[in-house]
């Protein structure tokens, strides 16, 4: 009866854990939300190269977290191959990504959001 017991604790932890993988959000899937949810207000672009939550609604968080990780890996590979330090390809970025957002879009100046 214990063997019993333990297995079934065993396989319901792994259903939960394959479970929680199967909603996971994928990078591909959060880049193709990206746009609506800038549209929609609830992310934006920050001077420091990586994005902000606006509002923290729907999927926001995870798109940004998901976006600035892949970000931050680029910025990381782009310094260590131009010798740069990675605050200064962030700013860079940054800079370069509130210059492409759209109007009507959020970015963040002065530590404050506003739309473009």
Do not use: C
């Not at 549209?39 to 672009?45: D, I």
């Amino acid at each position: 009866m214990k063997k019993f017991k333990l297995l079934s604790v065993l396989i319901a932890s792994l259903l939960l854990a394959m479970s929680q993988n199967a909603f996971a959000m994928s990078l591909s899937e959060a880049m193709s939300k990206l746009g609506q949810t800038k549209q929609e207000g609830l992310v934006g672009e920050q001077p420091d190269g990586y994005l902000g939550v606006v509002k923290n609604k729907n999927d926001a968080k995870n798109i940004v977290s998901l976006i600035n990780k892949a970000r931050k890996e680029q910025y990381q590979k782009m310094a260590k191959e131009h010798k740069l330090k990675l605050s200064d390809v962030e700013a860079l970025a940054g800079k370069k990504a509130i210059q492409k957002t759209s109007s009507g879009h959020y970015i963040k100046v002065d530590g404050k959001w506003v739309k473009k």
